[in-house]
């Protein structure tokens, strides 16, 4: 029956393992995208209003910072925040520079949706992959415990 018992406990722990260690990459994936801003290199945008104010949008929302306005003619990063404008819904705001009918690429780093603006629960959230580690770890020790490996190597002296 003891032998019975230590099979049960391999090929539990072998699917614990198993189980862990593809629940931890996708927690570890998780994590990533709750922490770390996302760029988009050179989205391309259209001004088409020939006077006054060019209002286009841009693909994602949540916008943190503007890295570049220009194409391959123009580059317009020095008149941002001042003729360029943005905001953080994506709304690029032309005014004081001629853009008629021209497109641009835009370079601008946005929160992602799973992203956290907690600076305090991102730190909470690194401490989830560590915590699961920790978990597994101690899951496969008891697991050892039960096959009576422990107790192997302990009178091995």
């Keep these: 029956m003891a032998e019975m018992s230590k099979l049960g406990a391999t090929v539990g722990g072998f699917i614990l393992l198993i189980v862990g260690i593809v629940l931890f990459s996708v927690t570890a994936d998780s994590v990533y995208d709750a922490n770390n801003l996302h760029q988009a290199p050179n989205e391309t945008l259209d001004f088409t209003q020939t006077f006054g104010q060019n209002v286009t949008s841009a693909a994602n929302d949540d916008i943190v910072s503007v890295d570049f306005v220009g194409n391959t003619t123009d580059d317009l990063t020095s008149e941002l925040d001042t003729n360029i404008n943005w905001t953080r819904a994506g709304v690029f705001t032309v005014d004081g520079v001629t ?29 989830i992959n560590i915590f699961f580690a920790l978990w597994i770890l101690g899951a496969a020790i008891f697991v050892m415990m039960q096959m009576g490996i422990v107790d192997l190597l302990l009178n091995k002296k």
Excluded: C, P, Q
């Design 99 to 127: 853009v008629v009918n021209a497109t641009y690429n835009v370079t601008y780093n946005f929160e992602g949706d799973s992203y956290v603006a907690d600076s305090n629960s991102r730190t909470i959230l690194s401490l």
